[in-house]
């Protein structure tokens, strides 16, 4: 029996599952996070063998001897994982301390977590990469700016999300980013790209090949949602572009993925661009070593019947999967912000499209910023169908 550590199992709320797809394939769960046990949902608690409660996860001595309990108790741990963005550099130093390797290690995390280290390596595979500066002062930005022009976008070079993200329109916006700007944070520039946001979701083998490939599309802008307080939308694709599909898979090789789950960006060019490419054009944006956030595996699911829990545990019990994948359709996701003066009011919305909802739920607090704070997902066998939903849940009065 294999011994796989989770951390973090309780957030986001639906992560229990990756616990649960675990123990149904015989391994032994053992979990590790901040909330009490008796306030786990008794779904997580079926999920696990064991829990252990620390004080923070942000605490990593707390953490550190967590692990070393699990180990002294149920000895060499053979996964340790969170799924989650913002543990990726604690789980890589705890595999490493504790000589864990079936992940990344301290020695990866530059590569996979830090935006100007993931050009080098979208470019060895042959993936355009947008301009950059690394931002120091302000003579040096002035400079960048002059061979890519205004707008540019400036963002914490090892970040989480759209924190953080701006984008200067003029010097007037340079030197308030400038006087503003977290001291001691190391901030990228890159030039303004005219594109939506195309993803690459894919469950990796230990041999690098996919065992499950979808992909998202987010119309609007994340940073845009972020800063302007905006409602939010993407959906997952009814059938991945092959373009889409080629870049993936030549990311997976040159980062050397195996074993995980994994979300990549690219920019889909909406317009010819100078130094880039042409309309339609796929482009490197971000690498993220973990699945697409929030609720995006159940979106996958019901957007391809099928199930990425299990995909991603049978990945980790067996190196394959036999889960099947059925009927393909779009899944929307729409995220409304609240006090929006909508022109259809939640009952209105849910009498027009109650047969296609798959989830209706206030949105956690810590993902409503990019989210929004009420949210409804729906699936949709036409891009019509799709297009007119977003239609209707976005109108205002």
């Not at 992560?15 to 009490?36: A, H, S, T």
């Not at 696990?48 to 620390?54: I, S």
């Not at 302000?138 to 890519?148: A, N, S, T």
């Not at 929006?340 to 939640?346: C, E, Q, T």
Request: proline share 4%.
């Amino acid at each position: 029996m294999k011994n796989v550590i989770f951390i973090s199992p309780n957030f986001p709320t639906n992560y229990w599952q990756f616990c649960r797809e675990l123990k149904n394939n015989g391994m032994n769960v053992l979990g590790i996070g901040d909330q009490p046990y008796d306030e786990l949902t008794a779904e997580l608690k079926d999920s696990l063998n064991e829990y252990y409660k620390v004080g923070s996860l942000e605490n990593y001595d707390e953490v550190y001897r967590a692990v070393a309990f699990f180990i002294h108790k149920h000895g060499r741990i053979d996964w340790l994982e969170s799924n989650n963005e913002y543990w990726l550099e604690r789980d890589a130093m705890l595999r490493t301390d504790f000589h864990i390797t079936s992940g990344f290690q301290n020695e990866d995390i530059p590569r996979i977590k830090y935006k100007s280290k993931m050009k080098e390596y979208y470019t060895k595979a042959g993936i355009s990469v947008a301009r950059y500066h690394l931002v120091n002062d302000l003579e040096g930005c002035r400079k960048f700016i002059e061979e890519v022009n205004y707008p540019v976008v400036v963002k914490p070079d090892n970040g989480v999300g759209a924190a953080s993200t701006y984008k200067l329109k003029s010097d007037e916006d340079l030197v308030n980013f400038m006087n503003r700007r977290i001291e001691g944070v190391p901030y990228i520039m890159e030039e303004f790209v005219h594109a939506e946001v195309n993803s690459y979701d894919a469950i990796i083998d230990s041999n690098g090949e996919p065992l499950f490939e979808t992909g998202n599309v987010t119309p609007m802008s994340i940073m845009d949602i972020v800063n302007d307080n905006d409602n939010s939308i993407y959906y997952i694709v009814k059938d991945l572009p092959e373009d889409t599909r080629a870049a993936g898979r030549a990311t997976v090789k040159s980062f050397g993925v195996k074993n995980r789950f994994v979300h990549f960006e690219f920019f889909r060019l909406t317009q010819d661009q100078k130094g880039l490419g042409k309309k339609g054009d796929v482009i490197a944006l971000e690498v993220n070593m973990r699945p697409c956030g929030g609720f995006t595996p159940d979106m996958i699911n019901f957007a391809h019947s099928t199930n990425v829990y299990k995909i991603w545990a049978d990945m980790i019990a067996f190196d394959s999967s036999m889960m099947p994948v059925g009927e393909h359709a779009y899944c929307a996701f729409a995220g409304r912000r609240d006090g929006k003066n909508f022109v259809l009011n939640h009952d209105e919305l849910m009498a027009k499209y109650g047969q296609n909802m798959k989830m209706v739920e206030r949105i956690p607090d810590a993902l409503a910023g990019a989210m929004g704070n009420q949210m409804y997902v729906a699936t949709f066998s036409t891009k019509e169908g799709l297009d007119g939903f977003y239609q209707d849940v976005l109108a205002c009065n």
